[in-house]
């Protein structure tokens, strides 16, 4: 018995049909039925009743599908233990990251990661924070790098990248420019500029509002940074940034504290599932990344 006859085995089994069963495992359906008659005669009992155009189990093949099915598991983990102790791991991974957020220490720990296991295919997309999460609480996605509000997503394991306040960024002639803070309705006295729904900025100015029962006058919104403060420096609005997003325009915009919002922005890595090795080595050289940037 060996195992590749089990795999045909139950590939016929979970598609009930030959023809299917060959297209998955790859080789000729001549291929398959010799297998599994070879496997037959080997066991001594039929294990699917060919009477008909669907290839269902008999007695025999469903008292040897579970089996057949664990023996395959087994072979798997063997493989992926072996791999682990000895730095082979292969695999695919797929990793999400919020719109418009350029973090050089997630890109930092990809190539590291990719350095060090080349045999695993990592695969980028970018959307925004509520439906990364989604996609990581699915399983579409892998890990992904979010913007939250206050706290982390739940049902997920999460490591926090930044914490910090929303501020205003205004153009040196701007009206605010000249003072140290303003509370959020004077902030909403003028039109503003921030990120779309979805985003973790825009669910902790959302939240602030809906807190103080106040509306927000949002006059453009863009995903990226760069674009906000653009609009801002030119007139437009106010943008909306995290403390350290505002710093990175001091050249043009003058970063205002909103003194009593005190819910932080977050930027956080979520995953929901370690039992993958390519995943924990992944997150080995994302803290390492992130934590050089800390330190």
């Not at 914490?163 to 039109?191: F, I, K, M, N």
């Not at 921030?194 to 509306?215: H, I």
């Not at 940034?241 to 001091?250: I, V």
Request: a negative charge; hydrophobic letters at 50%; one cysteine or more.
């Amino acid at each position: 018995m060996e195992l590749r006859q089990l795999e045909y085995f139950v590939a016929v089994a979970e598609e009930r049909n030959f023809t299917r069963a060959a297209e998955r495992v790859h080789i000729s359906q001549s291929g398959v039925s010799a297998q599994i008659r070879q496997l037959e005669r080997e066991l001594g009992a039929e294990l699917f009743d060919r009477s008909t155009r669907t290839a269902t189990l008999t007695v025999a093949g469903k008292a040897a599908l579970e089996h057949a099915q664990a023996a395959l598991a087994a072979a798997g983990a063997v493989g992926q233990a072996v791999g682990e102790v000895t730095d082979l791991i292969r695999g695919r991974l797929t990793v999400g990251m919020v719109v418009g957020c350029t973090v050089a220490p997630l890109f930092e720990a990809l190539a590291g990661f990719h350095r060090a296991h080349p045999g695993v295919e990592l695969s980028l997309l970018e959307d925004g924070s509520d439906r990364l999460v989604s996609g990581v609480h699915s399983g579409a996605l892998d890990l992904a790098l979010i913007g939250a509000a206050a706290t982390t997503p739940a049902g997920l394991e999460a490591f926090t990248v930044i914490s910090e306040r929303l501020v205003a960024a205004v153009p040196p002639d701007h009206p605010l420019a000249g003072r140290s803070g303003v509370t959020l309705r004077q902030l909403l006295a003028h039109p503003l500029i921030c990120m779309p729904a979805g985003t973790g900025l825009r669910a902790v100015l959302d939240r602030a509002c809906a807190g103080q029962g106040v509306e927000p006058r949002i006059a453009l919104q863009a995903s990226a940074a760069d674009a906000i403060a653009d609009l801002a420096a030119r007139g437009l609005g106010v943008a909306v940034l995290s403390a350290s997003m505002a710093a990175h325009y001091r050249d043009r915009l003058t970063p205002v504290g909103i003194d009593d919002v005190d819910l932080p922005a977050l930027l956080a890595l979520v995953w929901r599932d370690t039992s993958n090795p390519a995943l924990r080595a992944l997150l080995a050289h994302g803290r390492r990344a992130f934590g050089a940037q800390d330190g």
